[in-house]
C-alpha cells in the first residue's frame, strides 16, 4: 500500500487549522492592532520570541500591528543600580528628574531595541521611536489623587495630543512601529514617564485601531476575585465602568485603557494572558479567546 493517502491524512489537522483562521483574517485584513507588550512576556525569553513571532504573522497576515511597551521591572533594575529608591504612589512610579533619565535610557535604550532586534530577526520590519519622536505623543503633568489630595510624583505625564503622522507614514511603508512611552513636554523642555497602558489605549483611539490588546500576567478581567477564578470572556464598555472602583490598583490602568479605547471609536479591546505562548494569535485568529474583551455599549445602552 502506497503511503501517500497515510501522509495526506496527517497533515489535514493543519490544513483544517489553517482554514478555520480564514474568516478573521477576512475580517482583520488591512486593520490596525496595538499591541501593549508587558508583564512576563517581556522577561521570559520563549515568550518573547513567541511575541514577536505573533506580531510578525500578524504583519504578513495583512494587519497592521503596532506595538507600544512599558518596562517595570527594567526600570526598577536600572533605578537599583544608580542607587535611586523606586517608589509608588496611587500606582504610579514616582519620578524624579535623575529617575526620568534612567527610565528613558532604560525604555528607548534597551527595551524597545532589544523588542526591534527581536522583531527584525523576521525581516527589515521594526522601527523603534518614542513618544517625543516627531511629537506622537505630548503630555502635561499629571496630579493623581490620594485621598482628595493632590499629589506631586515628578516627571509623570498625562497625554494632551497625539500626532499618528510618524506612526501612519510607517504603517504604510510596511513596517512595525515599537513605541516607548515616553512623551515630549507640553510647558518645558523635559519628557514624561507615561504609563504604557495609558498611552497604548490613546494611541488605539488616535488611529482608528480595530483592537487594543493588552499583555497581562493574569488570565483576564475575574468575575469575583478572590473568590472566583472565573473570568469575564466579554463585556461592554458600561459595565465595565461599574466594576473600575473595585479593581486592583494593577488592573485600573488597563482596565481604563480598554474603557477609553472603545469610547474613542476602537471596535474591541482585550486584556489578554501574556504568560501564554502565541495568545495574540489565539485571540485574533480563534472563536476560543483567551482573556476579556470590552466592546463598545450597544445602541441606546448609556
Same mark, same amino acid.
Given at each position: 500500500?502506497?503511503?501517500?493517502?497515510?501522509?495526506?491524512?496527517?497533515?489535514?489537522?493543519?490544513?483544517?487549522?489553517?482554514?478555520?483562521?480564514?474568516?478573521?483574517?477576512?475580517?482583520?485584513?488591512?486593520?490596525?492592532?496595538?499591541?501593549?507588550?508587558?508583564?512576563?512576556?517581556?522577561?521570559?525569553?520563549?515568550?518573547?520570541?513567541?511575541? /514577536?513571532? $505573533? +506580531? #510578525?504573522?500578524?504583519?504578513? !497576515? &495583512?494587519?497592521?500591528?503596532?506595538?507600544?511597551? @512599558?518596562?517595570?521591572? *527594567?526600570?526598577?533594575?536600572?533605578?537599583?543600580?544608580?542607587?535611586?529608591?523606586?517608589?509608588?504612589?496611587?500606582?504610579?512610579?514616582?519620578?524624579?528628574?535623575? /529617575?526620568? $533619565? +534612567? #527610565?528613558?535610557?532604560?525604555? !528607548? &535604550?534597551?527595551?524597545?531595541?532589544?523588542?526591534? @532586534?527581536?522583531?527584525? *530577526?523576521?525581516?527589515?520590519?521594526?522601527?523603534?521611536?518614542?513618544?517625543?519622536?516627531?511629537?506622537?505623543?505630548?503630555?502635561?503633568?499629571?496630579?493623581?489623587?490620594?485621598?482628595?489630595?493632590?499629589?506631586?510624583?515628578?516627571?509623570?505625564?498625562?497625554?494632551?495630543?497625539?500626532?499618528?503622522?510618524?506612526?501612519?507614514?510607517?504603517?504604510?511603508?510596511?513596517?512595525?512601529?515599537?513605541?516607548?512611552?515616553?512623551?515630549?513636554?507640553?510647558?518645558?523642555?523635559?519628557?514624561?514617564?507615561?504609563?504604557?497602558?495609558?498611552?497604548?489605549?490613546?494611541?488605539?483611539?488616535?488611529?482608528?485601531?480595530?483592537?487594543?490588546?493588552?499583555?497581562?500576567?493574569?488570565?483576564?478581567?475575574?468575575?469575583?476575585?478572590?473568590?472566583?477564578?472565573?473570568?469575564?470572556?466579554?463585556?461592554?464598555?458600561?459595565?465595565?465602568?461599574?466594576?473600575?472602583?473595585?479593581?486592583?490598583?494593577?488592573?485600573?490602568?488597563?482596565?481604563?485603557?480598554?474603557?477609553?479605547?472603545?469610547?474613542?471609536?476602537?471596535?474591541?479591546?482585550?486584556?489578554?494572558?501574556?504568560?501564554?505562548?502565541?495568545?495574540?494569535?489565539?485571540?485574533?485568529?480563534?472563536?476560543?479567546?483567551?482573556?476579556?474583551?470590552?466592546?463598545?455599549?450597544?445602541?441606546?445602552?448609556?
Amino acid at each position: 500500500m502506497s503511503s501517500g493517502p497515510t501522509r495526506k491524512h496527517t497533515a489535514l489537522p493543519k490544513a483544517q487549522i489553517l482554514i478555520e483562521a480564514l474568516p478573521w483574517l477576512t475580517r482583520h485584513h488591512g486593520k490596525t492592532v496595538v499591541i501593549k507588550f508587558g508583564g512576563n512576556a517581556m522577561i521570559d525569553e520563549d515568550l518573547k520570541a513567541a511575541f /514577536a513571532q $505573533d +506580531v #510578525v504573522f500578524l504583519r504578513h !497576515a &495583512g494587519l497592521k500591528p503596532v506595538v507600544v511597551h @512599558g518596562g517595570g521591572p *527594567q526600570i526598577s533594575a536600572a533605578l537599583d543600580r544608580h542607587g535611586i529608591v523606586s517608589e509608588f504612589k496611587a500606582g504610579l512610579r514616582v519620578t524624579t528628574e535623575d /529617575a526620568m $533619565d +534612567v #527610565v528613558r535610557m532604560v525604555l !528607548a &535604550g534597551q527595551v524597545q531595541r532589544e523588542l526591534v @532586534g527581536l522583531l527584525n *530577526q523576521h525581516g527589515p520590519l521594526a522601527v523603534g521611536l518614542t513618544g517625543e519622536d516627531a511629537h506622537t505623543l505630548t503630555a502635561t503633568k499629571h496630579q493623581p489623587e490620594i485621598d482628595g489630595e493632590p499629589v506631586d510624583i515628578g516627571r509623570v505625564g498625562e497625554i494632551t495630543e497625539i500626532d499618528t503622522g510618524a506612526i501612519e507614514a510607517l504603517l504604510a511603508d510596511g513596517r512595525i512601529p515599537v513605541v516607548s512611552s515616553i512623551a515630549r513636554s507640553q510647558d518645558d523642555h523635559h519628557v514624561y514617564n507615561v504609563n504604557a497602558d495609558t498611552a497604548a489605549a490613546a494611541l488605539a483611539a488616535a488611529l482608528g485601531a480595530e483592537t487594543l490588546m493588552v499583555l497581562t500576567d493574569v488570565e483576564g478581567l475575574y468575575e469575583d476575585w478572590p473568590n472566583s477564578d472565573e473570568v469575564i470572556s466579554r463585556l461592554t464598555a458600561s459595565e465595565l465602568e461599574k466594576l473600575l472602583p473595585d479593581l486592583s490598583s494593577g488592573m485600573v490602568p488597563k482596565m481604563e485603557g480598554c474603557l477609553h479605547a472603545v469610547r474613542g471609536g476602537v471596535t474591541t479591546a482585550r486584556v489578554i494572558d501574556g504568560r501564554v505562548q502565541h495568545s495574540i494569535l489565539l485571540e485574533i485568529f480563534t472563536d476560543e479567546g483567551i482573556g476579556t474583551m470590552v466592546v463598545p455599549d450597544e445602541q441606546g445602552e448609556s
